[in-house]
């Protein structure tokens, strides 16, 4: 934008870049937690090193299971609400038709 330094529209820009909706678990068919993220390595780094106090932490969940990218952040918060909602079934069918073996996709995360 014009007018704007450098700092204030680079802010602006990142604000609406992408984003992800992923699924993490401790097992095949374990508990599942749904969330969204701008920078899905960091946030999967997070579940699995525990360093923030939570549901994730507190039952183990490590193991990302489902991961979708979204070209804009408001996107992925709009499909992680609907999600929510969805019951487990549907969930669980979304994780085997991306994943069918519950892999841990973290390493394969670009």
Request: no cysteine.
């Amino acid at each position: 934008m014009p007018g704007l330094v450098p700092g204030i529209q680079k802010l602006q820009h990142d604000g609406m870049s992408g984003g992800w909706v992923y699924i993490m678990t401790n097992r095949p068919y374990g508990t599942l937690y749904l969330g969204v993220t701008g920078n899905i390595a960091r946030r999967a780094w997070e579940h699995r090193e525990g360093v923030s106090e939570g549901f994730t932490k507190r039952y183990g969940l490590k193991r990302l299971v489902f991961a979708e990218r979204h070209d804009d952040i408001r996107a992925a918060i709009q499909r992680e609400k609907t999600m929510k909602h969805w019951p487990r079934a549907w969930k669980i069918n979304l994780i085997l038709q991306q994943n069918p073996d519950w892999d841990d996709l973290y390493e394969t995360l670009p």
